[in-house]
């Protein structure tokens, strides 16, 4: 779909209630399991995009900005003809959605934070493109105690194959792109939006009714961060849940949480 001035690849699933799913960081559709492999299909009509620069979106080479990302979001709801829906990011996906709620309230139903975090005094994510600059094995261990603070150097010496299970998954993205080398100008061109991400003293100009879940042993995103998140969004709702960054693959309650949520009416 051609969304403003950028072409970006869609996929859709699910009858229902319209949910925008944006996704985080490196994320592709080609990735499985995804979104569309969980429960909220079965109660919304569901639709994804690959952000630009990633998976098969256009790629562009100028840097991005995080209201670029608002906009191409803005844009695709736009063109596709979803004049207001609920709105779910995860992680990377939770900061463009922060920016979306921001400048484009009147596209927004109800909105869900997850993993994300607000910048500024709130608290940045952990800086990712620190880790460019690492060695292969630097970067899986920073990576697996980041998803999951109980993931620290003695339990990945007591856990062997969890360690190559992570590795593996990490080197898959690489796989997918096979000969396209635009695809790092994209990554990299998405950690640095990333790291620019602030949106801590704009968050009180949020109208949609708020979910802001995070794990408890979240290193990325950090529990505190979620905390302040909620405390400056009038009427957020915070819910904490069992497991680190993919706290929604590990705790079941946390997509039933997210489904009641989106599914309340307004009062």
């Not at 803005?74 to 609920?86: K, M, P, Q, S, T």
């Not at 794990?215 to 497991?243: C, H, T, V, W």
Request: glycine residues 12%; aromatic residues 10%; charged residues 25%.
């Amino acid at each position: 779909m051609q969304a403003g001035g950028i072409r970006l690849y869609f996929e859709t699933a699910g009858e229902g209630d319209k949910v925008l799913f944006i996704t985080g960081t490196g994320g592709d559709l080609r990735t499985k399991p995804n979104m569309f492999d969980g429960p909220l299909p079965r109660h919304f009509e569901v639709v994804s995009y690959d952000q630009r620069g990633l998976g098969q979106s256009e790629k562009p080479e100028w840097p991005y900005t995080m209201g670029n990302y608002a906009e191409d979001a803005a844009n695709f709801l736009e063109e596709g003809g979803w004049d207001r829906c609920h709105v779910v990011g995860y992680s990377f996906g939770g900061m463009v959605a922060q920016e979306l709620a921001i400048r484009y309230p009147q596209k927004i139903n109800r909105l869900v934070l997850c993993a994300s975090s607000p910048g500024g005094e709130g608290g940045a994510s952990y800086p990712l493109h620190n880790m460019e600059n690492m060695t292969v094995k630097q970067r899986i261990s920073v990576g697996l105690k980041i998803s999951n603070t109980n993931h620290d150097e003695e339990w990945q010496a007591a856990n062997p194959d969890a360690v190559v299970d992570y590795a593996r998954a990490a080197g898959a993205t690489r796989q997918l792109y096979g000969d396209d080398h635009n695809w790092e100008i994209g990554r990299e061109n998405q950690l640095i939006a990333r790291k620019q991400h602030d949106c801590w003293d704009r968050l009180d100009q949020i109208t949609a009714p708020t979910l802001i879940c995070g794990g408890k042993y979240d290193g990325n995103a950090r529990p505190e961060s979620q905390e302040a998140m909620a405390s400056r969004i009038p009427g957020a709702r915070l819910e904490m849940f069992e497991g680190g960054h993919m706290f929604i693959a590990v705790d079941r309650r946390a997509y039933s949480t997210i489904i009641e949520f989106l599914q309340t009416k307004a009062d």
